[in-house]
């Protein structure tokens, strides 16, 4: 396989871009590893497959057996190397999970680990097939070893969220949540509400534009980690030009008319004129460019395993239709994979064999690199050629790459994206800190404020023992839990038990007091029910001055639920208990609350809006609801959104001048 790669001084530029749309720096090289390119614009990076006539890698090679020839014209290999990966069950860092991104970056940017995403494309896979599909997938990921890293994406899942994991039983179980929507459109997210009055042509050119744009996405992404083999395996029945009109959909306002078979054909042509075959070729390139370019391989299965019809019993499609489509969707999965040396995974009933192949092809390989003699900056494609200087062997490489264009280096020399805003940095480092697994947690604490009846500030503060933390994970059983708040002054605000809340479904409970704007120190410690001390935690948070002559937000108090008779259970509450961590289910809805304060009690402006890791505006939320002058509360379900960290911007405008408070947030499996 083959990539362009650019270097220094443009080179730094280009892989500073490709590092911002994966939100994830490029990890440092280790020298002893990573081989040394020439530094020039032209530099081309090769993976190379050698088998015995018996598909057993060879691994016995050196530069001088390998012959690489560019549009007919011979290359000098000037760097060489081979890569081998074995199971890693007695490597002992393989042994660690990855907990945070700076593990993900040193994980991803060794050689001996191989790195796969999983695509679920649930837009171009029907229910039943996705799952049938799912269980061959399960079984796959049960072969896996400590030296596999994968990642699971959907075709709206955002760059920024996607995360490796080398626990294998949990992608075991994500696997089995693969939920295929192939002619369901009813709306799982706000983007696709916006689609929901569309007919259902358009809703297909958007699901087609969207797989496509997250294809090429990964391969961008993958190409940021580390040079070297890396694989996409795209799990989808393909993508198809056109919508025959008797076709059973769900989901949408515009119900398929009832075509008979013998005008179909007329009546099918009419409603794919918008976007055509080959049309859909043409945007695919961009797939086959980025994957050239990063070094990915895309191997395609098709979940319909044996498929001898597109359409089911209740779809009034002609068989001409029915075969065309068909052969349409197939086709474009082997396209995909023959495009980016992958393998095409279609017309098979058992996936297995072939998924134990693909893992063995990122298993031994040859990494070359050689300077362009051709040195063409045309944006066209370049064939490559590449032989072995011996005989009964197999050899395997990219056709070619798609040079750069005199544009695209334009482009990637240009203003680089600007580093994320300090709150928004400064929130997603809070939420890490409350979230992730890097101490025994026994006991999530939150405060916050609000205005109070007296002249300071009342706070709350709020705990609870995550589920995680049971007799047996810790020893003994957190039965209270105690606190001492001092002020920045050295006023002991409150000393004591905290009161627990015996509603709550685990050990928690919240307590108010007054506290002078400035620094607050809270000494939280965790109990037995004999007052033994288990743990010990601080927290710092500083108090709003809310006599300050401009807008204000409180601190967002966050109340979680299953169900809307949840949500309304803590509307009727006299004083609910707020939720202390920031990590959350899909299953769960939340009801956020705050204050948005003005000058001379003037009502603020509210907005709110969904934001990713880089504080980029994802999506508009609706305006909160009012609860009194200053009061405001909205609710947020989370089934829409895919496992990663958020954040909800709320925003107060008044006379120009503008505050925010940022809520980060968690969104689990």
Request: proline residues 6%; neutral net charge.
């Amino acid at each position: 396989m083959l990539s362009l790669r650019i270097v220094p001084k443009i080179a730094g530029v280009l892989v500073f871009a490709l590092a911002w749309l994966a939100q994830t720096p490029v990890p440092p090289p280790a020298p002893q590893q990573q081989p040394t390119f020439r530094t020039r614009v032209d530099a081309v990076t090769l993976d190379v497959i050698v088998t015995d006539k018996q598909g057993n890698p060879v691994t016995d090679l050196t530069a001088a057996d390998f012959e690489v020839r560019e549009a007919g014209k011979m290359q000098s290999v000037d760097s060489f190397k081979f890569i081998k990966v074995d199971d890693g069950y007695d490597d002992p860092k393989a042994a660690r999970n990855i907990l945070s991104f700076d593990d993900q970056r040193r994980e991803t940017g060794r050689e001996d680990n191989r790195l796969f995403v999983i695509m679920l494309d649930d837009y171009h896979t029907r229910l039943a097939n996705s799952m049938r599909v799912r269980e061959q997938l399960v079984q796959f990921t049960r072969t896996l070893t400590p030296h596999d890293l994968v990642a699971v994406a959907t075709p709206i899942t955002p760059m920024e969220l996607l995360t490796f994991s080398r626990n294998h039983d949990e992608l075991a179980s994500m696997m089995m949540a693969f939920t295929g929507r192939k002619y369901d459109y009813t709306p799982k997210n706000a983007m696709e509400e916006r689609y929901t009055s569309s007919p259902p042509e358009t809703q297909e050119r958007m699901r087609n534009d969207l797989t496509i744009s997250a294809l090429e996405g990964l391969c961008l992404y993958m190409g940021a980690l580390r040079d070297g083999r890396k694989t996409i395996l795209y799990v989808s029945e393909g993508l198809a030009s056109s919508l025959p009109a008797g076709v059973a959909t769900k989901g949408t306002l515009f119900p398929r008319p009832n075509v008979p078979a013998a005008t179909e054909n007329t009546q099918m042509q009419d409603s794919q004129a918008f976007f055509n075959s080959t049309q859909l070729l043409a945007d695919m390139r961009r797939v086959f460019q980025a994957a050239g370019r990063a070094n990915v391989s895309i191997y395609t299965i098709d979940p319909r395993g044996l498929a001898t019809s597109e359409f089911q019993i209740d779809d009034n499609v002609g068989s001409g239709n029915d075969r065309k489509i068909l052969n349409e969707s197939m086709d474009m999965l082997r396209t995909i994979a023959g495009e980016t040396d992958g393998r095409a995974i279609v017309n098979r009933n058992d996936a297995l064999p072939e998924l134990k192949r693909m893992v063995k092809d990122n298993s031994a390989y040859y990494l070359l690199g050689y300077t362009s003699s051709v040195a063409a900056r045309d944006g066209k494609f370049h064939e490559i050629q590449v032989r072995v200087k011996r005989k009964d062997v197999e050899v395997r490489a990219r056709k070619g790459y798609w040079a750069y264009s005199a544009e695209d280096v334009e482009k990637a020399s240009g203003p680089s994206k600007p580093a994320a805003p300090k709150d928004v940095t400064a929130a997603l480092e809070g939420l890490a800190a409350v979230v992730e697994p890097g101490r025994n947690r026994k006991v999530a604490a939150w405060v916050g404020a609000v205005k109070g009846a007296s002249v300071k500030p009342s706070v709350t503060f709020a705990y609870e023992v995550p589920a995680g933390v049971t007799p047996e994970s810790i020893g003994e059983t957190v039965a209270q839990v105690r606190i001492t708040a001092t002020s920045i002054y050295g006023d002991r605000l409150f000393d004591g038990i905290v009161p627990k809340d015996e509603t709550a479904s685990t050990v928690a409970g919240q307590v108010r007091f007054d506290a002078p704007a400035g620094g607050l120190v809270v000494r939280v410690v965790a109990e037995n029910a004999r007052g033994t001390r288990l743990d010990t935690d601080e927290v710092q948070f500083e108090v709003p001055d809310f006599s300050a002559t401009r807008p204000q937000v409180t601190t967002p108090f966050v109340y979680r639920g299953r169900t809307a008779r949840d949500i309304q259970q803590v509307r009727a509450a006299a004083a609910p208990l707020p939720a202390a961590t920031r990590a959350f289910t899909r299953a769960d809805r939340l009801l956020v609350r705050f204050d948005a304060y003005g000058p001379a009690g003037l009502p603020p402006t509210v907005t709110l809006n969904l934001l990713n890791r880089s504080g980029d505006v994802m999506a508009k939320l609706p305006a909160p609801t009012k609860r009194d002058l200053t009061g405001n509360e909205f609710e947020l379900g989370l089934s829409s959104l895919p496992p990663g960290d958020y954040m909800i911007e709320i925003a107060a405008e008044l006379n120009g001048e503008t505050s925010r408070q940022l809520l980060a947030i968690r969104v689990t499996g």
